[in-house]
């Protein structure tokens, strides 16, 4: 859509297919509904290096249509926006639809021809050129065309992996698809009891052969089958790699403000000022309510029994799952669950300043197809209007 609407605004006419009945419809479901578009950075170096060695293919795009030119963007077309805790940029209205609404709006407004429900049969190509595009009945033909079909991620959404298909058949080399940002399954059945506790502040760290591997704090949340939330997500690449060399565990703070000694002096108060209360009730002071039942049933703690009774051995116990609540991995989602695709489109067959083919020429690509995963925070958007952008003014300035 962003690239639509710059190759309009660029003077192209620009027909736009889309198999879905609306294009947008995994933009609807961004940042919890909320969309989260981007993320606050000044430095495009920065913001290039969070994906990792491949970052470096998007400083041209980033430097023509970074961060700023976004918001921009999007503030002259009357959406303003906020940024919230660690950066993350989302629309003042809170809601991912307008966001949609907007570049449908603009596509309007620059009369891009809008093709829905429609099925890509085939894409001829003939001496490194595209011919056609061959739809169900008929067919489209340009001078320029662009690929932008997403990756393998909640294939409900439409994006079921075609353009990967499609690009192999015309000679670039696809890096295998994986699905990242993804939840993580645990053994533990009783988290079930936890579905839906969301955690604001923890620390959560993974351990293989006891030693620590990965550690971030933030937030996570409890699903009915383990932990979701940006910072699991943003661990089950480096979770993946471990469970790919055997069993990993993963362990709670969730007070990490307080060191275990000052854990403890805090237990001790609450329990010596509360004395006649029960235990249960004691602690919700200090833990989340859900949460409370469950250390206690681990601890082997009877939730009924007044602080007076508490032993010096059970207050060792809940001292150490409230800071080292322990859960074995399992497994990572699938592509179902997984909010970005890792893979894609090979970068050094596509030409970073212009998004254009290497192997064909009035082929270009934008958006989640190319091999770029980044972290949740607005930086997976950020690569699509960044690239669309620069996909669509170049598909018109090369004509
Ligand atoms: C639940 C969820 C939440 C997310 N939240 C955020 C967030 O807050 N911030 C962020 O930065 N990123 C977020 N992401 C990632 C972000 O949504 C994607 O990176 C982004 O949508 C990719 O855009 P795209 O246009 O490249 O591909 P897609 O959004 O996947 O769009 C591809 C389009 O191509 C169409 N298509 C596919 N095949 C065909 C075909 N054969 N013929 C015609 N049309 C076809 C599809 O129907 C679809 O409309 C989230 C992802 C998920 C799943």
Same mark, same amino acid.
Request: hydrophobic letters at 40%; charged letters at 25%.
């Given at each position: ?25 995994? #933009? #609807? ?10 993320? +606050? ?16 293919? !998007? ?43 907007? +570049? #449908? ?69 696809? @890096? ?48 009915? @089958? ?24 993963? +362990? @709670? ?29 004691? !602690?919700?002071? !200090? ?52 909010? @970005? ?23 270009? +690509? ?34």
């Amino acid at each position: 859509m962003m690239a639509a609407v710059r190759a309009s605004e660029c003077a192209a006419r620009v027909v736009l297919l889309e198999k879905n009945h609306v294009p947008g419809v995994k #933009l #609807l479901m961004t940042g919890k509904e909320r969309c989260n578009i981007t993320h +606050f950075e000044t430095d495009i170096r920065s913001f290039a290096a969070v994906f990792g060695k491949n970052g470096k293919f !998007l400083l041209s795009a980033l430097s023509r249509f970074g961060m700023k030119e976004t918001i921009d963007f999007f503030h002259k077309h009357n959406l303003n926006t906020k940024i919230e805790q660690d950066g993350r940029i989302f629309p003042e209205s809170d809601r991912a639809k307008d966001v949609q609404a907007l +570049f #449908l709006r603009l596509m309007k407004e620059n009369n891009v021809t809008l093709l829905t429900g429609c099925r890509i049969k085939d894409i001829p190509c003939r001496q490194s050129a595209i011919e056609e595009i061959i739809l169900d009945t008929n067919g489209v033909k340009a001078e320029k065309y662009l690929i932008c079909t997403g990756g393998l991620s909640y294939p409900q959404t439409g994006s079921t992996g075609d353009g990967y298909s499609w690009a192999k058949q015309m000679g670039h080399t696809i @890096i295998r698809p994986g699905p990242a940002l993804t939840p993580v399954a645990v053994k533990e059945k009783w988290v079930r009891e936890l579905e839906g506790l969301s955690l604001n502040n923890v620390r959560i760290s993974i351990y293989q052969n006891n030693k620590k591997q990965d550690e971030r704090l933030g937030e996570a949340l409890f699903t009915g @089958i383990g932990m979701s939330g940006p910072i699991i997500l943003d661990m089950s690449k480096s979770i993946g790699k471990l469970l790919a060399a055997g069993q990993a565990e993963l +362990f @709670i703070d969730f007070i990490p403000d307080m060191d275990f000694h000052a854990l403890d002096e805090r237990i001790l108060r609450d329990l010596q000022k509360y004395n006649n209360r029960s235990i249960k009730n004691i !602690l919700s002071e !200090l833990l989340p309510n859900k949460l409370v039942p469950v250390i206690l049933e681990l601890a082997k703690i009877d939730p009924g029994g007044k602080g007076s009774s508490i032993t010096k051995d059970e207050r060792k116990r809940l001292r150490l799952l409230s800071k080292q609540f322990p859960l074995t991995i399992k497994n990572l989602s699938g592509f179902d669950k997984a909010i @970005i695709t890792t893979g894609g489109i090979a970068l050094k067959e596509i030409d970073p300043k212009t998004m254009r083919s290497r192997i064909i020429n009035n082929l270009y +690509f934008a958006g989640e197809i190319l091999d770029l995963d980044g972290p949740t925070g607005g930086y997976n958007l950020q690569v699509c209007w960044s690239t669309g952008y620069i996909a669509g003014e170049s598909a018109v300035s090369c004509i």
